[in-house]
Each structure stands twice: as C-alpha cells, then as structure tokens.
C-alpha cells in the first residue's frame, strides 16, 4: 500500500494520559495492529477510520457509543468515533470490538444514505474475522 493509499478500515485512538498504558488502551493498540493486518488488500466503496475515544480523569467522551465524523470525498474517507466507556476496562476487547461493529454499522447507514453504497459486506467480514475464535487476544 503506498503512502497516500487509503486503507478500507483504519483505527485511531485518543486517550487522556491518565488512561494511557491502561486496560483499554492496551487493547486498543493491539486491536490497531489486528485491524492494519487484517486490512490489508480488502476494499471498499466507503473506507472508514474510528477513533476510539478512551476516558481518564481529566477527559472524557461527551457521548455514548458511535458517531459520525468527518467526511472526506477526495479519499472517500468516513471518521466515527466510538465513546469507550469507564467500565469497558473490564473486558476491554469485547468492549472494544462491539464498539467497532457498531461504527461499521454506522458506516454503513451513511453510505446507504449518501448513495455511496448499498452495504459493506467487505468491512463487516473483517470486523467478524477479527472477533472470532481464531483472531489473536490480549
């Protein structure tokens, strides 16, 4: 993939310094690093990057669970941030991957209704791979 390709399904992360190097933000990393390889060679008509936002004491989402983002029509690319709740330190990989189901969903809704695309059975593949059995954990 080159530098300015856009990859179909990206992940970023916003953390408060209290939480880094925290349970959420553990996962979330290695989750980065799932979905990167994962990623890579699929393709879609709406590529998506989520931002997982993860509370500490001094910032904290002002929402509960996705929104959409930005758009950008040059790369058709859509931002959803996904809120990471306080008690998803708990078992923060099935927190995280919920989360990420739900901003494909979302995705999804947008493309519909933008007419971009019907579905993106491509991205939800993906997210599926990623939770089953097989996909490596914390």
Known sequence: MSMNATQALSIGIIVDSTA??????RAARHLTRQVMLAASGVSSPLNVNV??????????????????????ASRSLLMIQAAVPPEAADNPDSALLTLLAMA???????????KIAPDLPDLHALVDRLGSPAAPSN
């Open 20 to 25: 880094s190097g925290g349970p959420s933000h």
């Open 51 to 72: 931002v997982f936002q993860l509370p500490g004491d001094w910032i904290a989402p002002d929402f509960v669970g996705v929104r959409t983002g930005r758009f950008n």
């Open 104 to 114: 494909v969903d979302s995705a999804e809704a947008y493309a519909r209704r933008k």
